[in-house]
C-alpha cells in the first residue's frame, strides 16, 4: 500500500469468486449470511489475529462522536446477493474491503474464505469451490475538487441508519451524512491506516451547513439478524432511496465517494450503509 498522506484514504478490494456445490440462499441482507459464515472460519484461519478483525471492542474516548464501537477493518460488498438463491453449478462473487493496511491480512481473508467454502455456507450448509481470489490496493484523494462541484445525489443502496446528536436521524440532511462519512472515514485511518487525517472536524462540519438536501425519496426498510450465538434476533433495518445536494460541494465529495467503499452509519459489517455517489441531480 502507498505511505501515509494526510489527504488519502488507503484500502485493499479483494474479490472471490465461487462455484455453488448445493443450493445457497442468501438472507434479505446477504453480508449477513456471509458475515456469519466467514466469522466461523477465520476463528480457526486467522488464530491470534482474529478478535482484532472481527470483533475489536472499543472504549468510550476511542472514538470520534457517533460511533458506539470500534468499526471492524472490513466490510461486505455483496448487496448484488440480497434475496438470492444460487443453484448448484452455478457460480457468484463479491467484494471485501479490507482497511488495515499496516499489515498484510488478505492471505488470512483468503485461507478463511477458502475454509468457509469447504465448510459450507447458509442453512443447508451447501459448499463452495473458490474459483478466484483477487486482489486491488486503492488509493484515494481526500483533498478538494480543483473544480466547483454544486450538486451531488447520493443513493443508499441497503438500510443506513445515522446517528444524531444521541438520536437515529429520520432523514440524510447532510451534515449529519457528511458528520459520519467524516467520523467513519477519520476512525479507519486512525485504527488500521496511517494515522487521523489533518483536518479540522469542526470547520468541516460547520462549511457542512451550507449544503442543502434538495430533493429526496427515502423509505424506511425493515431487516432482522439472528446471533448464532444468542438465537436472538436484532434488528438491522433502516432507510434506503436517494438524496440530491446543492452547495459547495468540492471539498466534501472526495469524502463522498471514499464512503462508497467504507460504507456509513451503523452495523456497515452486516451490510449497511453502502451508498452510491453520482455528480449532479437526481434523474431516473
Known amino acids: 500500500m502507498s505511505a501515509f498522506v494526510a489527504n488519502e484514504f488507503s484500502l485493499c478490494r479483494l474479490r472471490f469468486s465461487f462455484r455453488a456445490e448445493g443450493p445457497v440462499h442468501f438472507a434479505k441482507m446477504a453480508a449477513n449470511t456471509l458475515r456469519g459464515a466467514f466469522g466461523y472460519a477465520l476463528r480457526e484461519a486467522a488464530g491470534d489475529e482474529f478478535k482484532a478483525i472481527f470483533a475489536p471492542g472499543g472504549a468510550a474516548d ?14 461486505f460488498r455483496s448487496s448484488h446477493l440480497d434475496g438470492v438463491t444460487i443453484e448448484p453449478g452455478q457460480s457468484f462473487s463479491f467484494d471485501v474491503h479490507l482497511f488495515e493496511t499496516r499489515r498484510p491480512l488478505a492471505e488470512i481473508f483468503t485461507a478463511a474464505f477458502r475454509m468457509m467454502a469447504w465448510r459450507g455456507i447458509g442453512a443447508g450448509s451447501s459448499r463452495l469451490e473458490l474459483l478466484e481470489a483477487g486482489q486491488v490496493d486503492v488509493v484515494l484523494p481526500l483533498s478538494p475538487c480543483p473544480a466547483p462541484v454544486e450538486a451531488v445525489t447520493v ?80 434488528p438491522i433495518g433502516g432507510f434506503a432511496g436517494w438524496a440530491s445536494y446543492e452547495g459547495p460541494l468540492a471539498e466534501f465529495l472526495p469524502w463522498l465517494q471514499a464512503a462508497a467503499f467504507t460504507g456509513v452509519g451503523r452495523q456497515t459489517t452486516w451490510g449497511k450503509g453502502e451508498l452510491r455517489v453520482r455528480v449532479g441531480k437526481h434523474s431516473p
Not at 62 to 75: C, E, I, N, Y
Not at 221 to 228: F, G, Q, V
Open 62 to 75: 476511542a472514538h470520534p462522536s457517533g460511533l458506539a464501537d470500534l468499526p471492524r477493518p472490513f466490510v
Open 155 to 234: 443513493d443508499f443502496l441497503t438500510p443506513t441508519e445515522l446517528k444524531w446528536r444521541e438520536q437515529v436521524a429520520s432523514e440524510p440532511q447532510f451534515p449529519v451524512l457528511f458528520a459520519r462519512v467524516r467520523d467513519r472515514i477519520a476512525t479507519l485511518r486512525r485504527l488500521y491506516g496511517g494515522g487521523a487525517p489533518d483536518i479540522d472536524f469542526r470547520a468541516l462540519g460547520e462549511r457542512a451547513a451550507a449544503v442543502r438536501m434538495t430533493a429526496s425519496e427515502i423509505r424506511f426498510l425493515e431487516a432482522t439478524r439472528r446471533s448464532s450465538r444468542t438465537g436472538q434476533r436484532h
